[in-house]
């Protein structure tokens, strides 16, 4: 999936789409140890089953398409 930069026109590729949110900041923190620039993005999920009160959470994170391969090997 390739998706286009906020202010450039740097093509960006997902590599990460989760809702739970320790397996997010796990990630996001692997890719940033080793330098690779990144973009995320977060949106509600709506509430969860059973009419609960809780919202859920979908994390997505994006890497610069020339880092993709580098991104996919760390993580």
């Not at 999920?45 to 609960?52: C, D, E």
């Amino acid at each position: 999936m390739q998706r286009r930069g906020w202010l450039d026109r740097t093509q960006w590729e997902l590599v990460c789409s989760t809702k739970d949110i320790n397996e997010y900041f796990r990630r996001l923190g692997a890719l940033k140890n080793d330098g690779i620039e990144v973009r995320t993005e977060t949106s509600p999920a709506g509430a969860t089953h059973g009419g609960g009160s809780r919202i859920t959470c979908h994390y997505q994170i994006y890497v610069e398409e020339n880092s993709y391969h580098q991104a996919m090997e760390i993580l």
